[in-house]
């Protein structure tokens, strides 16, 4: 299983916004469920600073994820346009394994 960590801080004001974006029934999961790969989505809000999220996609591995990143590049751009009005920074935090 592959696990992909990204960390968002979201604009003053547009935390709702955010959060209908990106939750697990948010309107990047339903582009992410287009992949069979794809497992799901959690969003993290940090206790102590409001801006501060984490947002966790698991897969079922990299080889399809790759895939996906390739084959739906262009709603993946217009969904990065979408999201950019509600955040001011996106880090990738990692591509993890899960251990047994």
Sequence with gaps: ML???WE???????TEDFE???????VWTELL????AFISTTLWHDRRDPLRYVVSDR?????P????????D???AAMSARGRR????????GRFDLLD
């Design 8 to 14: 968002y801080r979201a604009k003053p004001g547009h």
């Design 74 to 76: 262009a709603e993946i």
């Design 3 to 5: 696990l992909v960590l």
């Design 59 to 63: 897969w079922t591995s990299e080889v």
């Design 33 to 36: 469920k287009q992949s069979p």
């Design 20 to 26: 209908s974006l990106y939750r697990p029934d948010g």
């Design 86 to 93: 509600s955040w001011d920074r996106e880090t990738m935090l």
């Design 65 to 72: 994820y790759d895939e996906f990143i390739v084959q739906f």
